[in-house]
Each structure stands twice: as C-alpha cells, then as structure tokens.
C-alpha cells in the first residue's frame, strides 16, 4: 500500500486528484494540506467527494505528511519548494505538476531532488506527453524549412503564462531542432516588428472561460502545414498520469524524473 498525501485539496485538480487516487485499491490517502485560512481547514478531506475518510484538511506539510511516502503537489512555486525541503529533510518522495517556478526556483529545485526522487512535469496527461516527443521528432525531420508556433489555451483563472506545457513543447521543438530555447523563443508580437526571424518559436497565449487546457503544436511551411492538437476535455486525464507517477515511484533512487521515465517513452 502507498501512503499518499495531497497538497492543495481543495483545488479543482486537488480534488480530481483525490477522486483518482481513491479509486486505487493500492493507494491509501494519509493526509492533505490547503492554505492558512481556508474555509474547509480541520474538516473530513472526505467531504469534497461525498465521503468519509478519517483524514482531516491540514494547513501545514508537517502534519499532512508525517506518515506519507508520497506527497503529491499542484500548489505554486514558493509552496512547491516549501514543500519539497520537507521531503529532503524527511525522506519523502514527490509527484509535483506545479507551473510557473523561475529560474532560480527551478535550480533550488532541482537541489533539493538530490535527495529524494521526485517526478516533475508541467502536464501529466498522457497524450499531452507523447505530443512532446511526437513534436521534437517532426521538428528534427522538418528541420529550418518549417516556422514553429505554438497556441495555448486555459481558462480565465490559471494564473501563468505562458503554460509550462507550451514552455515544455517549445523546448522539446528546439532540442529536435538542435537550437537554444531560450534565444529564440518569441511570447509576444505588436506593432511593426519586422519580418519573422529564422528558427524563431512564437508561442501564444489565450485566456478565457472554464478551458481545461488546448495546446496546438504548427509546423508551418511553403504551400503546407502539420498541426498537432491537444484537447483536454477534464481535468481527470492529468489525475490519471498523476496515479500513474505515484504507483511507478517507490524504490527509484533520488533525482528528478519526467512522465517521459514514468511512461516508458524513451
């Protein structure tokens, strides 16, 4: 049985993600942590799936996850790294699907998984990363004779931009590419900005309503163009990657880990 805690509960992929890991005979929910302040603190985490459960909503990573071997956290940056030097400091493992940590986040991070193993991934879902390796191929056959732009899509309340998923499919275009993501990815265009620059990637965001989340991967040529399209229709298919990471997880020796490693895409 794997000892399982939730951060950030009561959220919307909070609570798929309980519904999911509660439908798993081989998974056991020890705790679940939400903010200082929140409304349902102290209540049965039961109660946002129509149960009982025994385990109350914690305010702090201390309580929730004392007796977990896993904690699983969709919070923000600054609580993602919170959390993860209670793992360090407690030889817990992770499943993080938090978006939006800078650069230096990511470096404290990637520091911090020395010393337990952790599975990172802006996206979960299983088709969102089969896209990525399907995109850093095309890109490698295709080459400089096709322009990359990269369309994301969310609802009116994510709070990054652009999606960690579109920054992921951006820099798995520019490794089939054999280019520095960094120097030529392009987030914004306005005004008389010149002609469209040699391997340069766009990537555009749009903002509205209750979208899961739409991801379009263009390859667009002379006379032609492939598109690659990712529609997520619930929040139930990144839940079901998440039970995926959390069963593949236990003996993996510490370090960072992508669903690619969980999924078997090499």
Same mark, same amino acid.
């Given at each position: 049985?794997?000892?399982?805690?939730?951060?950030?509960?009561?959220?919307?992929?909070?609570?798929?993600?309980?519904?999911?890991?509660?439908?798993?005979?081989?998974?056991?929910?020890?705790?679940?942590?939400?903010?200082?302040?929140?409304?349902?603190?102290?209540?049965?985490?039961?109660?946002?799936?129509?149960?009982?459960?025994?385990?109350?909503?914690?305010?702090?990573?201390?309580?929730?996850?004392?007796?977990?071997?896993?904690?699983?956290?969709?919070?923000?940056?600054?609580?993602?790294?919170?959390?993860?030097?209670?793992?360090? =400091?407690?030889?817990?493992?992770?499943?993080?699907?938090?978006?939006?940590?800078?650069?230096?986040?990511?470096?404290?991070?990637?520091?911090?998984?020395?010393?337990?193993?952790?599975?990172?991934?802006?996206?979960?879902?299983?088709?969102?990363?089969?896209?990525?390796?399907?995109?850093?191929?095309?890109?490698?056959?295709?080459?400089?004779?096709?322009?990359?732009?990269?369309?994301?899509?969310?609802?009116?309340?994510?709070?990054?931009?652009?999606?960690?998923?579109?920054?992921?499919?951006?820099?798995?275009?520019?490794?089939?590419?054999?280019?520095?993501?960094?120097?030529?990815?392009?987030?914004?265009?306005?005004?008389?900005?010149?002609?469209?620059?040699?391997?340069?990637?766009?990537?555009?965001?749009?903002?509205?309503? =209750?979208?899961?989340?739409?991801?379009?991967?263009?390859?667009?040529?002379?006379?032609?163009?492939?598109?690659?399209?990712?529609?997520?229709?619930?929040?139930?298919?990144?839940?079901?990657?998440?039970?995926?990471?959390?069963?593949?997880?236990?003996?993996?020796?510490?370090?960072?880990?992508?669903?690619?490693?969980?999924?078997?895409?090499?």
């Amino acid at each position: 049985m794997i000892k399982v805690s939730i951060t950030g509960v009561c959220g919307k992929m909070g609570r798929s993600i309980l519904s999911t890991l509660l439908n798993d005979n081989d998974i056991e929910l020890v705790g679940a942590t939400e903010l200082k302040g929140h409304e349902l603190i102290g209540t049965d985490v039961g109660s946002l799936v129509g149960s009982t459960l025994g385990v109350s909503i914690a305010d702090s990573i201390e309580g929730a996850a004392a007796k977990s071997d896993i904690i699983v956290d969709f919070t923000s940056p600054a609580s993602s790294i919170s959390n993860a030097k209670f793992a360090a =400091d407690n030889s817990k493992s992770m499943v993080i699907g938090t978006t939006g940590f800078d650069k230096d986040q990511e470096e404290e991070l990637r520091s911090l998984a020395e010393g337990f193993p952790c599975v990172i991934s802006p996206n979960m879902s299983i088709g969102v990363n089969v896209l990525f390796e399907v995109s850093k191929k095309i890109a490698a056959l295709l080459g400089n004779d096709f322009d990359v732009e990269i369309v994301e899509a969310h609802h009116r309340n994510k709070v990054d931009a652009p999606s960690g998923t579109a920054l992921k499919l951006g820099r798995s275009v520019a490794e089939g590419l054999g280019i520095d993501f960094e120097k030529y990815s392009r987030f914004e265009r306005h005004g008389a900005i010149g002609k469209r620059k040699p391997d340069e990637i766009g990537i555009q965001t749009v903002r509205g309503g =209750d979208v899961v989340g739409d991801h379009t991967v263009m390859f667009l040529g002379q006379g032609e163009r492939i598109e690659f399209t990712h529609r997520a229709h619930s929040r139930e298919n990144f839940s079901k990657g998440v039970l995926r990471a959390v069963k593949w997880l236990p003996g993996k020796s510490p370090g960072i880990y992508s669903m690619k490693e969980v999924l078997g895409i090499l």
